[in-house]
């Protein structure tokens, strides 16, 4: 555990819910906050949503941000979406969906983050170019880029990214 993850996990246990703001974070030894994304991004989120939980079975393993928590690394992320084999294990799967006002974070930070928590897939979406990169192996060491339109493979799962929308259309 990183020696000021404690004060951190406190202080972004007291930010008081807010409609507009997303719950906390922790990375970088800051507490981040974000506001919410618009409905666009609910939208892509609900899409990618639907096309995972209708391959697993069991069905309802999709889950919708779950808080993700590796106390030693000094994170707590908030991905939009994760795969987990069961409720309490680590996801097989993460999916962010760029917001327009996070780029940085969503394909830098994220990534990182997600990699160091060990994290076998992520899955990062962007909707303002409708583009993606599908993040695998160990650390992130394969990258798979795609273009909205194109039918993709995630691990054992396959999305048609053809029902994805730009920000713009």
């Known amino acids: 555990m990183t020696d000021d993850y404690p004060a951190l996990r406190a202080m972004a246990d007291r930010v008081p819910a807010v409609p507009d703001l997303r719950p906390p974070e922790i990375a970088d030894g800051m507490v981040h906050l974000a506001l919410v994304p618009d409905l666009r991004h609910g939208a892509t989120v609900e899409l990618i949503h639907r096309q995972l939980a209708a391959q697993l079975s069991p069905p309802g393993r ?24 069961t409720p ?40 303002r170019p409708g583009t993606g990169i599908v993040h695998s192996e160990p650390n992130y060491t394969r990258r798979t880029d ?7 493979t995630v691990g054992p799962w396959t999305l048609d990214t053809g029902v994805l929308r730009t920000y713009a259309g």
């Open 88 to 127: 309490t294990a680590r996801p097989l799967l993460v999916v962010e969906v760029v917001a327009p006002h996070f780029l940085k974070v969503d394909h830098r930070a994220r990534t990182r983050d997600y990699a160091a928590m060990g994290i076998p897939l992520h899955l990062l979406v962007d909707p």
């Open 62 to 85: 999709v889950i919708p941000a779950p808080p993700l928590e590796a106390p030693a690394l000094g994170l707590l992320r908030r991905p939009d979406l994760a795969v987990l084999p």
């Open 146 to 152: 795609f273009v909205f339109g194109d039918v993709i």
